[in-house]
């Protein structure tokens, strides 16, 4: 199985996990009642892991930014130090140093707030996330099981839709296109069957000995020529 091919599996194992919690989330919110509460709750969380993922994100930017300048700087530095070039030369390197090492301040102060944002983000969506659990706990005690099971089943969503995303993102955005293309066309939202011997397990249709060929071959993802699914050989 090539590396798109792999991939694209493994990106149908996500999307069936998050099918799998968003049906459980759906089912014990139900159960649980006070819809209205509930989803209040589930708003507060989303907000505030989005807050620590923009956090996240901007302290990622900072710390890369300034990890580039300190490897100009360090380069810089050494040639200055060596000597080599015509004084004029020199004298720009020395002038831009100057620049490069104001600019490194003013990143490693931005780096630095990007920590502080962070942890103070992190502190937050912990305290709304014990705050929701109590409250939802308040709201039937009865149902502390249940309660539970949904907070275990909302981070295991949060969790997958994060692999998710940093899936995609290394796909190729060809094999992502065609994925979602043909998961919103097949009746049943499978878009990818397993090649069994000659088999498309998903339209059980013998397929003929060129085509399973090239579906093992080929670093592309190939479509069932009879269901349209994206095949995949394990073997």
């Keep these: 199985m090539s590396e798109r091919t792999r991939a694209i599996s493994a990106l149908w194992r996500l999307d069936s996990e998050l099918q799998r919690a968003e049906s459980l989330i759906a089912s014990l919110t139900s159960q649980l009642g006070d819809q209205v509460k509930v989803k209040a709750a589930d708003l507060a ?18 710390e890369f930014a300034l990890a580039q300048l ?7 530095t050494t040639l200055l130090w060596s000597g080599r070039g015509s004084p004029r030369d020199l004298e720009a390197l020395r002038v831009e140093l100057e620049r490069e090492s104001v600019r490194r301040t003013s990143l490693e102060e931005l780096a630095l ?3 502080e944002v962070t942890a103070r983000a992190e ?4 305290r709304v996330e014990a705050n929701v659990a109590k409250a939802l706990a308040d709201l039937k005690s009865g149902n ?3 309660v539970a099971e949904r907070t275990d089943a909302l981070a295991r969503r949060a969790e997958t839709s ?4 940093t899936l995609v993102a290394s796909m190729d955005p060809t094999d992502v296109a065609a994925y979602d293309r043909i998961r919103a066309r097949i ?4 878009p990818v069957a397993e090649l069994s011997g000659a ?29 349209g699914r994206l095949l995949h050989a394990t073997a």
């Design 45 to 62: 969380i989303r907000r505030a892991q989005e807050g620590v993922a923009r956090a996240k994100s901007a302290q990622k930017d900072a």
């Design 70 to 76: 300190e490897t100009r700087i360090k380069e810089h």
């Design 113 to 115: 707030g990007a920590m």
């Design 123 to 126: 502190r937050d969506a912990a």
């Design 144 to 146: 502390a099981t249940r």
């Design 162 to 165: 994060q692999q998710r995303a």
């Design 187 to 190: 009746g049943d939202g499978v």
């Design 199 to 227: 088999r498309c397990e998903g339209c059980r249709t013998d397929l003929p000995s060129g085509f399973v060929q090239r579906v093992r071959r080929e670093a592309a993802p190939l479509s069932c020529p009879s269901c």
